[in-house]
DNA sequence: CCTACCGATCGGTAGG
DNA sequence: CCTACCGATCGGTAGG
């Protein structure tokens, strides 16, 4: 019994994830249950022994990820580090995310708008208060004389939205390395803020 | 004759506003004949008079769009301008169609994926060739030592990505200013170019 | 530009 | 986990 019950869990992750690579390729509107019974290898009907409904899959995906960012937000708040080291590692996290954890970032990133309510109003709350810690860094940073004067709202909108460009390096070969594609954003963006 | 011949034309003209609108809101496959014939004032069979099908919508939506970006980058293909000039121009040339064409440029940006063939290709080979223009103009501008050597591949979709983030301007109350936003963002974008 | 309606497909349920 | 099926909604057409 055990067992049936972490059957039941790894297939519902394999629902998960492909569920994710479908609605980044697709759209969550666009993609239908009977295309993703089919991908999973099961009947549409036998979806629902898994989860309740197509909107929760869409939670479950977006929220575990802006969980996951949330926890490293709160890891970088250490004394021990400055501002352009924290806003270095956040631009570092965020291009990992999007190279390493593609399909769930990018649903989290560009499909909220599908989520129904209350999961929609949590989710922009979660948003706004991640977006503010952001800004609160490079406020911090421009005070402190670390940074060029610029205005931290457009700073952090800049830095967050760079990395959705990463979505043409996963579409076009992969030519360039991960690694390199990091350290070059890393440098343009971080390069922006620097005063010298 | 030429009148009705006009009216319709207009009437044209406000169906793809108003679907412009929706598409950004909710998405192209999120939103309906009938909730489009719903903003526009009449029955959605009476869209079928002005426009061949849903994906016509899309298209034209696209295509002009597209076209006034080709016609921003064939315009400043002039030996007056260097490379740092060139790629400013770029810059506020999109910030401006994020801040001013909101839901026109969104929508190209966002939901060119719901184009079907042969328009999905037509459109990828554009936008390759746009990026490829973009790129050459970074390339040079590094080879002349007018900018730091950042790879011109990942410099262009850190500046084409970034604009994306406007949307949250929008979303937010714009409480700082078109002006503002734009002269940060290139002062950003450029600052993380150039040697000094 | 509308009424009336089409076949297809959607998310989801019943019952086993 | 499947078969069989539901009511709702979709894009689009006929005919006036």
């Known amino acids: 019994m055990a067992k049936s019950i972490r ?17 980044r390729e697709k759209g969550f509107p666009a993609t239908s249950m009977r295309d993703l019974a089919e991908s999973v290898g099961i009947e549409a009907a036998s979806l ?6 197509k909107s929760e899959i869409l939670q479950e995906i977006i ?15 250490l004394p021990s580090l400055n501002n352009i080291q924290k806003t270095e590692s956040l631009i570092r996290f965020h291009v990992q995310m999007m190279l390493n954890r593609f399909d769930d970032y990018y649903v989290m990133v ?7 309510e209350p999961y929609l109003t949590n989710f922009t709350t979660q948003r ?16 402190k004389k670390e940074m060029k004067p610029v205005l931290p709202y457009v700073a952090m909108l800049t830095i ?29 963006l971080i390069g922006g803020l620097k005063k010298n």
Chains 1, 2 share one sequence.
């Open 7 to 23: 059957k039941k869990a790894s297939k519902k992750e394999l629902i998960l994830q492909r569920a994710s690579a479908m609605f």
């Open 48 to 53: 629902y022994n898994h989860i309740q409904s």
């Open 63 to 77: 929220f575990r990820t802006a969980n996951d960012c949330n926890v490293h937000m709160d890891r970088i708040d």
């Open 110 to 116: 560009n499909e909220w708008i599908h989520l129904t």
């Open 128 to 143: 706004r208060n991640y977006v503010q810690k952001m800004e609160a860094i490079l406020a911090d940073g421009i005070s």
């Open 160 to 188: 967050l939205s760079s990395v959705r460009g990463l979505e043409f390096w996963h579409r076009s070969g992969k030519k360039v390395l991960a690694q390199t594609m990091e350290d070059n954003m890393v440098n343009h």
